[in-house]
């Protein structure tokens, strides 16, 4: 007793094009080997798509991604670090992590825990924890020779030596001290056992700082086993921290360190690339010249292969006291597309105290740009996984790579500061007090300012200036494909209905275009997702759009499909027991409590919701 349209859709859903568009979505599962997470819960007699069992796990955990504040030297302690927190969430910007700075312990470096500002470290990790903060500590390989534990290293030659076999010292920033040596397993044993003392407060893991160059001071550095070089001895300490901190405590632990930063007027790599999941690029001052800086080290970092990084908003130094509102918000924006959002450094960070006078307008913007970090996450995650596996890196510079110079000094001039942050984003920094913006599109690809969305670029890799106030950034999205976003956090130009279900993941298409588009979106085991990946995919013509998500044990699909070429007339979705028509409604309409359902927004956008996210989702829109 179907109508006419209604046999139309039902005769589509059985059509070659409907098991093309499934075709495409397991083949492209199945192009993915590794471990990925368990989909055996769902069985695929009773799934519309099935799950994507063959998508691997991302290879560490989403809170990389999150936004991470921190006190330089940790303030005067355990209360200050308490409060910045609780402070950030008070205005209610979202934390992530936060990193407990130096001088945190007795002795440069002993793992003991200073009382006087730490009374009860354990108590604050989880205190930290019950707000869903994650708490990294700062760290080097450098015992000083104050440290309580330094004789016994010494007396037991668990140090490297310079180049008349002795145990060399040096001199650096907190003291002077000797270089733990890795190639010693009875010294690597000895250290562990001290990192225990930390590890065992449930930490989740460190900020690993760049004391490894400092071997070049011993000429010719030695160890248990012969001669070490600089970049060996690099791979050890922080590769030694990355891997006993995750064997210990689980592969949900990070490390933060440099990828590439400059040392005198060179460039240099730091970290071994494997563990490079949330980098920072090094001090710079707090000025826009600290932020070109922190834009050079990205570029070098990139061409490098290293996967994800961020820098210090505002500039980790103060030349400049104080740091100027505008300086911070246009960091802040950088920090929001960069896989990595971290803000903390020498004076004052927070946006409602670095003008008092402007706090409600600033805080709105910072917040604003965090909101955006966050609902990128499934996105920054996938590319960040792929940029890992491949070794290659979330970020993609559009200046020009090819000469030496560029390669090696620090004060090279880049012909665009704009950059790819995976396929899909395109950001264009502010660089100084104005709201003038240099934009530099890629060779492919229309692009639509996510600030704007009457701007529409194609690629062609043209220039254009823009006129972009604090409020904005120069941001981009490439049309015509599939970005994944977190519903929970808002994002420009999408208003998503009061009864999308939570956790959902967000799909969003601005324009469908006849090529269609398939990506995959990886999940950390320790996430929501669980480890078990989606496969998202659409085809279009000119009449009709099919939507297709595959079954996930835990987590909803929501389509957000905006600049359509016409009115969608009738929206059916695919279900075990049948094809359910979604009834259409406006964005200020309730939608029925059970079902599939699709919402007309006021700019002419449609949102698809099918609430059962266990059987996967194939969806057809006849426009």
Same mark, same amino acid.
């Not at 730490?118 to 019950?130: G, Q, W």
């Not at 010294?187 to 990192?195: C, G, S």
């Given at each position: 007793h179907c109508q006419p349209r209604q046999k139309f859709f039902v005769t589509m859903l059985f059509s070659e094009r409907f098991?093309?568009?499934?075709?495409?979505?397991?083949?492209?599962?199945?192009?993915?080997?590794?471990?990925?997470?368990?989909?055996?819960?769902?069985?695929?007699?009773n799934t519309v798509i099935p799950c994507a069992h063959d998508i691997k796990a991302a290879p560490y955990a989403e809170w990389a991604h999150h936004h991470w504040v921190w006190l330089d030297h940790g303030?005067?302690?355990?209360?200050?670090?308490?409060?910045?927190?609780?402070?950030?969430k008070a205005h209610n910007i979202t934390v992530g992590a936060v990193d407990i700075d130096s001088t945190w312990e007795t002795g440069f470096n002993n793992f003991i825990v200073d009382t006087n500002?730490?009374?009860?470290?354990?108590?604050?990790?989880?205190?930290?924890?019950?707000?869903?903060?994650?708490?990294?500590f700062w760290i080097t390989s450098m015992i000083d020779v104050d440290s309580s534990n330094y004789q016994e290293g010494y007396d037991k030659e668990y140090y490297v030596k310079?180049?008349?076999?002795?145990?060399?010292?040096?001199?650096? !920033?907190?003291?002077?001290?000797?270089?733990?040596?890795?190639?010693?397993?009875?010294?690597?044993?000895? !250290?562990?056992?001290?990192?225990?003392?930390?590890?065992?407060?449930?930490?989740?893991? !460190?900020?690993?700082?760049?004391?490894?160059?400092?071997?070049?001071?011993?000429?010719?550095?030695?160890?248990?086993?012969?001669?070490?070089? !600089?970049?060996?001895?690099?791979?050890?300490?922080?590769?030694?921290?990355?891997?006993?901190t995750r064997k210990k405590l689980g592969d949900d632990r990070l490390i933060m360190s440099r990828p590439v930063d400059a040392e005198g007027p060179l460039f240099v790599r730091f970290s071994p690339r494997r563990v490079m999941l949330s980098g920072w690029v090094g001090d710079q001052d707090d000025t826009f010249d600290g932020l070109k800086g922190a834009l050079l080290r990205y570029f070098q970092s990139?061409?490098?292969?290293?996967?994800?990084?961020?820098?210090?908003?505002?500039?980790?130094?103060?030349?400049?006291k104080p740091r100027t509102a505008e300086l911070l918000i246009r960091w802040a924006q950088l920090g929001a597309f960069s896989p990595l959002m971290e803000n903390g450094g020498g004076g004052e960070h927070r946006p409602w105290a670095v003008d008092p006078s402007r706090a409600a307008e600033l805080t709105n913007i910072y917040r604003t740009f965090v909101d955006i970090h966050y609902a990128m996450i499934p996105y920054l995650l996938s590319v960040g996984s792929n940029a890992l596996d491949n070794n290659s890196s979330s970020i993609t510079p559009l200046a020009k790579h090819d000469n030496l110079i560029d390669d090696l000094i620090d004060k090279f001039a880049p012909d665009s500061y704009c950059y790819l942050l995976g396929p899909q984003i395109l950001f264009c920094p502010a660089l100084d007090n104005g709201t003038d913006v240099a934009a530099k599109f890629p060779?492919?690809?229309?692009?639509?300012?996510?600030?704007?969305?009457s701007h529409v670029f194609n690629g062609e890799g043209q220039r254009v200036n823009l006129n972009v106030p604090l409020f904005e950034a120069a941001a981009f999205v490439q049309m015509s494909t599939i970005l994944p976003l977190n519903s929970t956090f808002p994002f420009p130009g999408v208003a998503l209905h009061p009864s999308t279900p939570s956790k959902a993941l967000t799909a969003l298409v601005i324009e469908p275009s006849t090529k269609g588009h398939a990506t995959q979106v990886r999940t950390s085991t320790s996430s929501h997702g669980q480890g078990i990946g989606?496969?998202?995919?659409?085809?279009?013509?000119?009449?009709?759009?099919?939507?297709?998500?595959?079954a996930h044990p835990h987590t909803p699909v929501t389509w957000y499909l905006t600049k359509l070429s016409s009115t969608p007339k009738r929206v059916v979705a695919t279900q075990l027991s049948g094809h359910e028509v979604c009834p259409i409604i406006t964005s200020d309409e309730k939608a029925p409590s059970n079902g599939c359902v699709a919402i007309k927004t006021t700019d002419g956008a449609i949102q698809v919701i099918v609430p059962e996210h266990t059987t996967g989702a194939h969806v057809l829109i006849e426009l």
């Open positions: 098991w093309r568009v499934t075709a495409i979505a397991i083949a492209l599962a199945l192009g993915v080997c590794g471990v990925a997470g368990d989909c055996s819960q769902l069985d695929s007699d303030g005067n302690g355990q209360d200050d670090c308490l409060n910045l927190v609780k402070d950030y500002k730490y009374p009860n470290a354990s108590a604050m990790v989880e205190e930290f924890h019950s707000m869903g903060v994650r708490v990294i310079n180049i008349l076999g002795k145990q060399g010292k040096v001199k650096w !920033w907190h003291g002077t001290g000797s270089m733990l040596d890795y190639t010693n397993p009875d010294a690597v044993d000895w !250290w562990h056992k001290q990192m225990d003392l930390v590890l065992d407060l449930g930490i989740d893991g !460190w900020k690993c700082d760049g004391t490894d160059p400092y071997i070049l001071e011993f000429i010719e550095p030695s160890g248990y086993n012969g001669s070490i070089s !600089w970049h060996e001895y690099s791979d050890m300490y922080y590769g030694d921290f990355f891997d006993y990139a061409w490098s292969n290293y996967a994800n990084f961020g820098s210090d908003i505002g500039g980790y130094r103060t030349p400049q060779t492919y690809g229309k692009w639509q300012n996510k600030f704007n969305s989606h496969q998202l995919s659409y085809t279009a013509t000119q009449n009709i759009i099919e939507l297709s998500a595959s």
